[in-house]
């Protein structure tokens, strides 16, 4: 069974850093593309974040500058470091992994249940 799961998520002031981590289980990522999405109350889910399995990364415009994918595939790992932290960033963060790509949609095939995130101004 394949699974993504998310940790690291918390309660933190504007300003401040966090990092998530997603383990992924059941197979072998390291040819997927792994990734973060957010969604904040109310919002759909929007792409934050995409690494290739040889480490080509893309962010949305939001984050850019202020977060970091990066991936372990020796530990089936992705993370996601999170500067300068603001209260629009309050959302729950979403790992997903696709073969091949990272789509910036609903459309990959294997999701995490999601990490809090709240940033208090």
């Known amino acids: 069974q394949v699974q993504l799961v998310e940790s690291g998520g918390g309660l933190v002031q504007a300003g401040a850093s966090l990092r998530l981590s997603c383990a992924a289980s059941?197979?072998?990522?390291?040819?997927?593309?792994m990734g973060w999405f957010r969604q904040a109350p109310g919002k759909e889910r929007e792409f934050v974040a995409g690494?290739?399995?040889?480490?080509?990364?893309s962010y949305s415009d939001s984050v850019k500058g202020r977060f970091t994918i990066s991936r372990d595939n020796a530990k089936n790992t992705v993370y996601l470091q999170m500067d300068s932290l603001k209260p629009e960033d309050t959302a729950v963060y979403y790992c997903a992994a696709n073969p091949s790509i990272i789509y910036q949609t609903e459309n990959n095939r294997y999701w995490g249940q999601g990490t809090q995130v709240t940033v208090s101004s």
């Open positions: 059941g197979r072998t990522f390291g040819t997927d593309a």
């Open positions: 690494i290739s399995w040889r480490g080509f990364t």
